[in-house]
């Protein structure tokens, strides 16, 4: 019997087929495996990190000493610092470091961009003098480079808000050896300096500062050797209320509101205390300007404030007579007589800081 050869070569096929089929059956197989192992190892690496960030998160303080919550970037900070093995908080010290490091970054960046942007003006303007069609073409290219350097820059930015600056000394080495370093000269501010003074100097004039060193003959507001102290003694606003209050001064409430003047306040408790008052402030309302009752009185020693305590529950006096009586008259006495008496409360001053709550910059007076 005799076989073609055709038939000989069918089998021989089928089997080559059979064997790939298995081949790819195998190796889909081991690929699937291989995806399963690396989800499982994508889900160890993620549990592990997060149980690596709360462990960290553990040893993190949540608030400072003054009771403030911190911020997700000084948390972000702090759990570096934990890593590095040093103390979540950082010092003052470090703290001046690390500004005075973003700042130098800065300044460093500044200038590259400052660099790169005269030199491609350079570039520009000697292709402009050479001619030619790949002008267009160049100047295309530039600014779709500047576009996405644009775009670049936009994301570090983002992300430079978003992450610390302590862990970046490598990334910023690298960036500097890949970007050509240009010599720039960073634009100083203009000093403005003031006018000397045109009024001529009188010959017996004697500066106070250097006691006429200088030549020639200046008054002492152009003198190089005056010493400008601004603001040595005015106290300012924000520092109210940290020292104590004077012992001498009393705060005083329960006076009648036909009080026109302070003389009439001063001559009161001058009367009941004999002792000297040195200054008195009435409390008035905003429109009327009218007294409210209450005012602030200085006494020239301690003694007399002790004095004007102790006047404190007793009825108020009117010491001004009848003389401002226009004759007298019953409806007059009867009108005075049905008056509620008036009860003096005389307490020492307390500390700004426990009287006047400061208020945030969000909260609305309440109408």
């Known amino acids: 019997s005799t076989q073609s050869p055709n038939e000989k070569k069918r089998p021989r096929e089928e089997e080559e087929e059979e064997e790939e089929k298995d081949t790819n059956d195998s190796s889909n197989k081991k690929t699937k495996k291989s995806k399963e192992e690396r989800q499982k190892e994508r889900l160890l690496k993620k549990q592990q990190k997060a149980s690596s960030k709360e462990t960290l998160k553990s040893k993190i303080p949540t608030h400072d000493e003054h009771g403030i919550a911190y911020s997700k970037l000084q948390i972000r900070r702090m759990m570096k610092r934990v890593k590095q093995g040093l103390h979540p908080v950082p010092t003052p010290e470090e703290e001046r470091e690390r500004k005075k490091r973003e700042k130098e970054e800065k300044r460093q960046e500044e200038q590259e961009l400052a660099g790169l942007f005269f030199q491609r003006e350079d570039e520009r ?82 500066c106070f500062a250097c006691k006429n060193a200088h030549t020639p003959p200046h008054w002492i507001y152009d003198c190089p050797d005056k010493v400008r102290v601004p603001g040595t003694n005015a106290k300012s606003m924000k520092h109210r209320g940290v020292d104590n209050p004077d012992p001498r001064k009393v705060y005083v409430t329960g006076l009648p509101f036909t009080i026109t003047n302070k003389s009439e306040v001063i001559a009161y408790f001058e009367h009941k205390t004999k002792e000297k008052v040195t200054a008195c402030k009435i409390i008035t309302f905003e429109d009327t300007m009218r007294c409210k009752g209450s005012a602030f009185v200085i006494f020239g020693t301690e003694e007399g404030a002790r004095k004007a305590r102790k006047l404190s529950g007793s009825l108020y006096e009117d010491l001004s007579g009848d003389t401002k009586d226009g004759g007298g ?38 109408n």
């Open 125 to 206: 303007k000697r292709l402009k003098e050479e001619g030619g069609d790949e002008e267009e073409e160049e100047d295309e290219d530039n600014d779709e480079q500047e576009k996405e350097e644009q775009e670049e820059e936009e994301n570090d930015e983002q992300e430079k808000e978003e992450e610390p600056k302590d862990d970046n000394k490598n990334e910023n080495t690298e960036e500097e050896e890949e970007t050509p370093k240009v010599s720039c000269i960073p634009i100083q501010p203009k000093t403005i300096k003031k006018q000397k003074v045109s009024k001529p100097v009188p010959p017996d004039y004697v």
């Open 329 to 366: 008259g019953k409806k007059k006495k009867e009108k005075e007589s049905t008056k509620k008496p008036l009860t003096l409360m005389v307490t020492s001053c307390k500390s700004r800081a426990v009287t006047k709550k400061r208020k945030g910059p969000f909260v609305r007076k309440k």
